[in-house]
């Protein structure tokens, strides 16, 4: 089993920017394809970004994109979620989620293509 730990989260300002981490454990992490989701309080999660295997591919929500970059270091087990001139729209609970697909070359978007998922980290933006 996959252990996933997101860090990174916080209270920013509008405009601002922070850099959201997870970090693996427990299986092969750099085969994986991983994404980020969102969930906001009282709303469904919601896709945010994902990667492939080797970070070559990406995909973004139409509300971040140009804003919010992903991106992956398979030597660190780690998978990074760069936010800048973050809105408080943004405002909600972030996860990482890994494909347990070995070497995919996918990305995936819908949150029930996931195998695993992490607790989650806090971004609050105010305004």
């Known amino acids: 089993q996959l252990q996933l730990v997101e860090s990174g989260g916080g209270l920013v300002q509008a405009g601002g920017s922070l850099r959201l981490s997870c970090v693996a454990s427990g299986r092969t992490f750099n085969s994986y394809p991983m994404g980020w989701f969102r969930q906001a309080p009282g709303k469904e999660r919601e896709f945010v970004a994902c990667i492939n295997w080797s970070g070559g591919v990406t995909k973004y929500a139409d509300s971040v994109k140009g804003r919010f970059t992903i991106s992956r270091d398979n030597a660190k087990n780690t998978v990074y979620l760069q936010m800048n001139s973050l809105k408080p729209e943004d405002t909600a609970v972030y996860s990482c989620?890994?494909?347990?697909?070995?070497?995919?070359?996918?990305?995936?978007?819908?949150?029930?293509?996931?195998?695993?998922w992490g607790q989650g980290t806090q971004v609050t933006v105010s305004s």
């Open positions: 989620a890994a494909k347990y697909v070995r070497w995919g070359s996918s990305t995936y978007v819908a949150e029930g293509e996931y195998d695993n």
